[in-house]
C-alpha cells in the first residue's frame, strides 16, 4: 500500500512542472498577440495580424468630401385634376364675364342713343326708364361674373398659392401647357413639425424609393399659404422634370440645411461604438496598432454618419470590431486580481 502511495506522487509531481509550463507559454503566447500600452497618455492596443484575422477585424481608408447637411421630409407628386378644375371654373366664369360685358356695352349705347331721342321728344319718358333699368341689370350681371372669376382666383390662392394660382389661370402659361404634356410634374412637400425654417436652397432632391445616391433635382415654386392639417408642418411646392415620378406618387426629400458645404467624411454606421454618451472610433495608425478616437457632434446621414473635420484624408478606420477593440481597452484599465 505504502509502495502504490509513493508511485502516485511521483507520477502526479511528474506532470504537474509540464502542466503549468503549458499554461504559462499560452499566456505568454496571448499577451505576444494583443496587449495595450500607453503611450503619451494614449491608449495603443497592439494586434498582431492573426489575431485581426480572427477576430474578424476590418478597416476601410477614408477619403475626405465636401458635405451638405441636409433634412428629411416627405411629399406626393399633385395629381392635375384640381388644378384642371379651377382652370375650366376661370374659363367658364371669363365667358360669362365676357358675355355679360357684351350686353352691357349694348345696353349702354342703347342709352345714348334713346337719350338723345328723348332730348329731341322722339322717344317717351317710359321707353328711357326702361332702358336704364335694362342697363342697370346687365351692369350687375357682369360685376357679378367679374366677382364671380375672382372669387376662384382667391380661393385658389388660399389652397395652392400665387404661383400655382397665376399657372392655372394664365390662357396662355408655358408652365400650365408643360404640366398638362406631362414635361414637369409639381411636388408637394410637408416639413417635420418642429421644422419652421423655409429651404435655404432652390434645389433639393427627391426619389419616390427612399434611396438617397439616386435621388434627383427638384426646384422650389412657392410655399403654400396652409400647414398640413395631419403634421402641422409647413408645405412647399416643387417642380421636377424628372420622368421617374409621376402624379400620385409618394417620395422622401433631402432638404439642404446649409448653403455652405462642410470638410469631413462619411463613415459606416458600424464603425462608432457608444459608451455613457459619447461616441468612439478606432484609428488604425500602422498594421498591428490601434487608438481610439472621440468623435463630437457625428451627424447620421443614409449610409452612416458624417464626422466634420475630426478624421484625416487617408486616415484608416476601423468598420468591423470596434465595440470589442473598446471592450479590450477598458478590460486593460481593470487591475489583475491575484491568484488565489
Known sequence: MHYLTVVFLTCFLSFYPIYVTASDTEHNKDDESESVQLINGQPVIFLDD?????????????????????????GTAIKLSPLLTIRNQYLAALAQQSSAKVRLTQAEKNI?????????????????????????????IYDSSHYQSQI???????????????????????HFNKLINGEIIVLQITLPANNSSPPLSNTIYIN?????????????????????TFSQGLQYIFQTENPAIKPGMNFTA??????????????????????????????KIDEEHFVH??????????????IA????????????GTQMLLSHEFRSQIPDEDDD
Not at 492573426?50 to 416627405?74: H, M, N, P, R, W
Open 50 to 74: 492573426d489575431t485581426q484575422e480572427i477576430s474578424g477585424l476590418e478597416t476601410l481608408k477614408l477619403k475626405q468630401i465636401e458635405y451638405q447637411a441636409e433634412s428629411i421630409a416627405y
Open 112 to 140: 345714348s342713343r334713346l337719350t338723345n331721342l328723348h332730348k329731341d321728344e322722339a322717344i317717351s319718358t317710359r321707353k328711357l326708364q326702361n332702358q336704364q333699368t335694362q342697363w342697370q341689370s346687365d351692369k350687375a
Open 152 to 174: 376662384i382666383i382667391n380661393n385658389s390662392q388660399l389652397q395652392w398659392g400665387k404661383t400655382l394660382t397665376r399657372w392655372a389661370t394664365d390662357l396662355h402659361s408655358e
Open 208 to 228: 419616390p424609393t427612399g434611396n438617397r445616391n439616386l435621388a434627383f433635382t427638384a426646384s422650389f415654386i412657392s410655399h403654400l399659404p396652409q400647414a398640413d
Open 254 to 283: 433631402w432638404i439642404p440645411q446649409n448653403k455652405q458645404t462642410q470638410t469631413g467624411v462619411i463613415i459606416p454606421e458600424s464603425s462608432i461604438a457608444w459608451h455613457l454618451g459619447l461616441a468612439f472610433v478606432f484609428i
Open 293 to 306: 478616437r472621440t468623435i463630437s457632434n457625428p451627424v447620421k446621414v443614409p449610409n452612416g454618419y458624417f
Open 309 to 320: 473635420k475630426q478624421i484625416a484624408d487617408g486616415e484608416e478606420i476601423v468598420v468591423t
